[in-house]
């Protein structure tokens, strides 16, 4: 079956960075599109960065634009998330997910499969 594991995340202070990781297994990784999602406490999860089946186009919410960075290695079934410059309100849960499509989406409801999470947290 399907999964993805994250891992990377942890304890940073303002102005810092980490760098997630995901790793995919049970899917042929190429023809996902992928996502990087975030719900803080009390809030909905939220978009981060997607990035499609070829690596070749990335999208990001506005809130990280200029800071994070999406790629993928799809001959290693890899995702990654390069956060820098992070601040204490990008603190949250951290989740990849995977998409049926070549495209990504900015859409929870749109992604078939999702990790267990990793947790973010950004001390001011």
């Known amino acids: 079956q399907v999964q993805l594991v994250e891992s990377g995340g942890g304890l940073v202070q303002a102005g810092g960075s980490l760098r997630l990781s995901c790793a995919a297994s049970g899917l042929t990784f190429s023809r996902y599109g992928m996502g990087w999602f975030r719900q803080a406490p009390g809030k909905e999860r939220e978009f981060v960065a997607g990035?499609?089946?070829?690596?070749?186009?990335?999208y990001y919410a506005d809130s990280v634009k200029g800071r994070f960075t999406i790629s993928r290695d799809n001959a290693k079934n890899m995702v990654y998330l390069q956060m820098n410059s992070l601040k204490a309100e990008d603190t949250a849960v951290y989740y990849c997910?995977?998409?049926?499509?070549?495209?990504?989406?900015?859409?929870?409801?749109?992604?078939?499969?999702w990790g267990q999470g990793t947790q973010v947290t950004v001390s001011s």
């Open positions: 997910a995977a998409r049926s499509q070549y495209r990504t989406s900015s859409i929870t409801s749109q992604y078939d499969y």
């Open positions: 990035i499609t089946g070829s690596g070749i186009s990335t």
